[in-house]
């Protein structure tokens, strides 16, 4: 059964601190793997990943994956509250309907 | 970006009722679309995916003939709780992924509270 497992599940740091929020995988028929900002409604979309090492970046927030591994990152510098949501990390399939697996998500707080 | 409209936002309903859903992609068409629940401080889980003009495909332990979807153009998609209890109160989201190698835009997602 395909899983995708997120850590922390829930992270409380200052303003200005770096954070990172790990997702792991395990999928039978891998295409990309996504990651999302939920605050208080639907998720917002971040990145799309579908090649190992080649790092994305918007603004303040980059990610990485690792295919080999089957892992990627999220990482925020210079957090700011406007960070404070929850993270999706999801795993899409190739095949059939192209489904998309969730994580657990990361709780991310930050305090002024 | 793609556009995906769901609506209501909220809604509340008696116990027994039925209460439907609609999903719409704004800009684009969409041969499939997903339902997924989210329970409090809980992930998203995926119920169901939606096929224009055919049955939807449930995942395992959803109930079919509870949540019922229809998928009757290429651009709305909608889930019916039927016979609402209580426990069926939740966070519904749905989702639509436009033309090949894009990601899914969500909709505003509909908070159900079942009386």
């Known amino acids: 059964e395909d899983k995708v497992v997120q850590s922390p599940l829930s992270l409380v740091v200052h303003e200005g601190d770096t954070v990172t929020l790990n997702c792991s995988y395990e999928?039978?028929?891998?295409?990309?793997l996504l990651w999302y900002k939920q605050e208080k409604k639907a998720p917002t979309f971040l990145f799309m990943l579908t090649s190992s090492g080649i790092e994305k970046k918007s603004g303040r927030l980059s990610s990485i994956l690792d295919k080999k591994e089957l892992f990627s990152i999220l990482n925020i510098t210079a957090t700011q509250t406007g960070d404070s949501a929850i993270y999706l990390c999801a795993v899409e399939e190739s095949q059939g309907a192209q489904k998309l697996v969730f994580g657990q998500g990361t709780r991310l707080t930050i305090n002024p | 970006g793609a556009v995906v409209s769901q609506h209501p936002s909220r809604v509340i309903c008696k116990s027994g009722t039925s209460v439907k859903i609609e999903c719409r992609s704004l800009?684009?068409?969409?041969?499939?679309m997903f339902w997924y629940r989210q329970f409090p401080k809980k992930s998203l889980m995926l119920m169901a995916t939606?096929?224009?003009?055919?049955?939807?495909?449930?995942e395992q332990g959803v109930e079919k003939d509870k949540f019922l979807i229809n998928h009757a153009s290429l651009t709305l998609s909608t889930l019916t709780v039927t016979s609402a209890h209580p426990e069926d109160s939740s966070f519904y989201i749905c989702s639509a992924r436009a033309p090949a190698n894009t990601e899914a835009f969500f909709g505003q997602g509909t908070r159900l509270t079942v009386v």
């Open positions: 939606s096929n224009e003009g055919s049955k939807a495909t449930y």
């Open positions: 800009d684009f068409q969409a041969t499939t």
């Open positions: 999928v039978t028929n891998f295409r990309s």
